[in-house]
């Protein structure tokens, strides 16, 4: 059974950058393809899909109101997914999760494993 840790998650000034984690234990990293999505609060807020990666990170497909501020990257040797955030927005304020499947999926999903995510919040 595979698993999934988050990590990173802080609270950081509007502007500033944070990378998160994303440790894979039980498979391999390259065995999944990989996404990052958030929980924004609030009521009535559903998850917004930011971005993911396909198997072996060979495809990178990303939400296009953040792919120039977020960038996804994985290293098969610490079996680490992460998220590169920059110029970071008080609407960045969210829950990330990071998820996984092997199955043949569309990039949005669905995903079958979840992390159990790390707040991030910016504070304007």
């Known amino acids: 059974q595979v698993q999934l840790v988050e990590s990173g998650g802080e609270l950081v000034q509007t502007g500033g950058s944070l990378i998160l984690s994303c440790v894979v234990s039980?498979?391999?990293?390259?065995?999944?393809?990989m996404a990052w999505v958030r929980q924004p609060p609030g009521p009535g807020k559903g998850r917004e899909f930011i971005g993911a990666i396909g198997w072996s990170g060979g495809t990178m497909y990303y939400e296009s109101s953040m792919e120039d501020r977020f960038t996804i990257s994985r290293d098969s040797a610490k079996n680490t997914l992460y998220l590169q955030m920059n110029n970071l927005q008080p609407q960045d304020t969210a829950v990330y999760y990071c998820?996984?499947?092997?199955?043949?999926?569309?990039?949005?999903?669905?995903?079958?494993?979840w992390g159990q995510g790390t707040q991030v919040t910016v504070s304007s």
């Open positions: 998820a996984a499947t092997a199955r043949v999926t569309h990039y949005r999903g669905p995903y079958d494993y």
């Open positions: 039980g498979r391999s990293l390259n065995d999944y393809a």
